[in-house]
């Protein structure tokens, strides 16, 4: 009896861990909106293949009891990450980051394709921003 315990667990075990041995590790960038609920987070890293499951993953939250901790931004995950991990990357608050080095001299329209090109942001609208918005306090 107990070794039949043993091994229905194993099984089981076997079963949800399986998929995350057998898939492609592949790179995903995700948009984690501010306010996201944990269901909603969940279910975002679900439809990119980055949790198998948004039962595992809520368990943990509610485990963790970090329901209010998300933080929003863009991140870095791959196809082989556990739920755990993903989880406490956006509790971290560990954002992608771009790094771009701006050279001396630069005009706001070589900046702008410069930052553009860097996917930091949209050129067009960056432009917009400069020429439209009062930059004190912001630069020195």
């Given at each position: 009896?107990?070794?039949?315990?043993?091994?229905i667990?194993?099984?089981?075990?076997?079963?949800?861990?399986?998929?995350?041995?057998?898939?492609?590790?592949?790179?995903?960038?995700?948009?984690?909106?501010?306010?996201?609920?944990?269901?909603?987070?969940?279910?975002?890293?679900?439809?990119?293949?980055?949790?198998?499951?948004?039962?595992?993953?809520?368990t943990?939250?509610?485990?963790?009891?970090?329901?209010?901790?998300?933080?929003?931004?863009?991140?870095?995950?791959?196809?082989?990450?556990?739920?755990?991990?993903?989880?406490?990357?956006?509790?971290?608050?560990?954002?992608?980051?771009?790094?771009?080095?701006?050279?001396?001299?630069?005009?706001?329209?070589?900046?702008?394709?410069?930052?553009?090109?860097?996917?930091?942001?949209?050129?067009k609208?960056?432009?917009?921003?400069?020429?439209?918005?009062?930059?004190?306090?912001?630069?020195?």
């Amino acid at each position: 009896m107990r070794n039949k315990k043993i091994i229905i667990i194993a099984g089981i075990i076997a079963v949800v861990l399986l998929p995350f041995f057998i898939s492609e590790k592949k790179e995903v960038f995700i948009k984690i909106p501010e306010g996201s609920t944990p269901k909603q987070v969940a279910k975002i890293l679900k439809n990119e293949n980055i949790i198998k499951s948004e039962n595992i993953f809520l368990t943990f939250v509610w485990l963790a009891r970090v329901e209010k901790k998300f933080k929003s931004g863009t991140y870095k995950f791959n196809t082989k990450m556990t739920s755990f991990a993903s989880l406490r990357d956006i509790i971290n608050g560990n954002t992608y980051r771009i790094k771009v080095t701006i050279p001396e001299g630069f005009t706001a329209v070589e900046i702008a394709e410069l930052l553009e090109k860097k996917g930091a942001c949209n050129g067009k609208k960056f432009l917009e921003i400069v020429k439209n918005k009062k930059l004190d306090g912001y630069l020195f």
